[in-house]
Structure formats: C-alpha cells, structure tokens
C-alpha cells in the first residue's frame, strides 16, 4: 500500500477556497487510481496536507498539476501508530498537528526504534492522545497528530518525548477534510 502526502495552497484561506482544493485533491487522486484517506487544515486555512492511499506518484503529480493544483510536494509517506482503517474512522479526532523537520543522518530504521521506546512515555502528559504520525520516506520531514486541550499541552506531550517541535499548527476541525469521502 503506498501512501503519498500532498501539500498543498488553496487560491484562498477561507472556508469555501479550502472546500474547493479538497474536493479537486479528491477528483485528482481518484484520477491517479488512487483515494483521498485523511485531508488536514491548519486553523488560518493556509496549506492543506492531503494523504493519498494507492495513486502511483507520477500519477497523482500530474492529476494536480491538470488539476492546477498549487502543491510544494508529493512524497512517499509511512504512517506510525495507526493503521489505515483507524486513519479512516478516526479523520477528524486529531486537533493539532505538529511538524518536525527530521536531522540529517536519521535512518527510518532509527527513527522507528526510538518512536517505539520514546510512545510509552505520553503517559505523563494524560491529557494529550498522540493519534498518527505520517514520516516521509526520504526522512526530511514527519507530520504528527494530536488530540489535546491547547498548544501548551501538545508542547509538554513533545518535551516527554524529548522531540523538537518545528511547526505547530492547530487544525480547523471543522474542516470538510475531516468529513468523509463521497
């Protein structure tokens, strides 16, 4: 199963130019042979990040293109701490999202084993569910999703951790990226 996030600018950050990019990412990756799975906007609707289940890249970069779809990227992408299937009952649990630009150096295999030893200690921060974390294959960058009361508390959930924070964006839940497909 391949996985591919798409970054992408809406034409404008307000609740119809976002609708507009996710129902046209939706029509690109059903083109591409493959499936809009979870579609995340941060609150000033300034970027949308679309991950795409089963399109070939190739494929889905031209459907955006002929889309004209304004992307910075489609990468290959792995998901941590969740499965496909949760990601689809689950899209609109996540309330913060926190990206982190990964060091030069770190292997996937590294990375893994310390996702897999550092996940236990959350526990300290009870009020912040870590839901998803969608790593890219070439390891420049990982998206993680959280569940928590404020930007604070998703902060202490990082420094249990001890993983940096490069962008924090809180979501706009409310966002039809959150809504099923149709």
Avoid at 85 to 108: C, F, K, Q, S
Avoid at 143 to 168: H, M, S
């Amino acid at each position: 199963m391949t996985l591919l996030l798409a970054e992408a600018t809406p034409l404008t950050n307000d609740r119809s130019g976002v609708e507009s990019l996710l129902a046209t990412i939706r029509g690109a990756a059903d083109s591409a042979g493959g499936e809009l799975l979870d579609g995340q906007v941060p609150a000033d609707r300034s970027r949308v990040f679309a991950v795409v289940e089963g399109a070939e890249r190739e494929l889905l970069e031209k459907a955006l293109r002929e889309a004209e779809v304004d992307f910075v990227d489609v990468a290959e992408v792995r998901v941590v701490g969740a499965t496909v299937e949760e990601i689809r009952n689950h899209r609109g649990d996540a309330n913060y999202l926190v990206e982190w630009d990964l060091p030069a150096g770190l292997t996937m295999e590294t990375y893994l084993a310390r996702k897999q030893e550092k996940t236990p200690l959350y526990a300290n921060v009870p009020e912040v569910s870590f839901l998803r974390t969608y790593v890219r294959e070439d390891m420049s960058k990982c998206l993680c999703f959280y569940d928590g009361p404020d930007e604070d508390a998703v902060r202490r959930a990082r420094d249990a951790v001890t993983t940096p924070i490069d962008r924090l964006h809180r979501l706009d839940t409310r966002s039809p990226a959150n809504a099923e497909s149709e």
